[in-house]
């Protein structure tokens, strides 16, 4: 099963913070680059960060510093950390799994994740 699953949405106070999870299971999952995205209602998809298979890590400039993507591949699980949430947080969250030369290019369901007071 390939196709990723998200977990660890909700709704947090501004300054709060949540972990997201991403499940999937390849049989190989250590090939793969992992991204997460996230769309607010009215707006596009955004890519929110990055892991490659070797580890190397990417941000979106609004989240640096307070985002961090890690992956544990001997669980083939994928996790954002998120501090210092700001409302403008708020959206829908999508784990992506994808390597280009198997031919691999999954996304989840997403998670919602609502910043407010």
């Known amino acids: 099963q390939v196709q990723p699953v998200e977990s660890g949405g909700g709704w947090v106070q501004p300054g709060g913070s949540l972990r997201l999870s991403c499940a999937a299971s390849?049989?190989?999952?250590?090939?793969?680059?992992i991204d997460w995205s996230r769309q607010a209602p009215g707006n596009q998809r955004e890519l929110v960060a990055t892991?490659?298979?070797?580890?190397?890590?990417n941000y979106a400039d609004s989240v640096k510093g307070r985002f961090t993507i890690s992956r544990d591949d001997a669980k083939k699980m994928v996790y954002l950390q998120m501090n210092a949430l700001k409302p403008e947080d708020t959206g829908v969250y999508y784990c992506?799994?994808?390597?280009?030369?198997?031919?691999?290019?999954?996304w989840g369901n997403g998670t919602l994740v609502t910043i407010s007071s």
């Open positions: 992506r799994i994808y390597a280009s030369r198997y031919g691999v290019d999954s």
């Open positions: 892991i490659t298979y070797t580890g190397r890590t």
């Open positions: 390849p049989r190989v999952f250590g090939i793969f680059n």
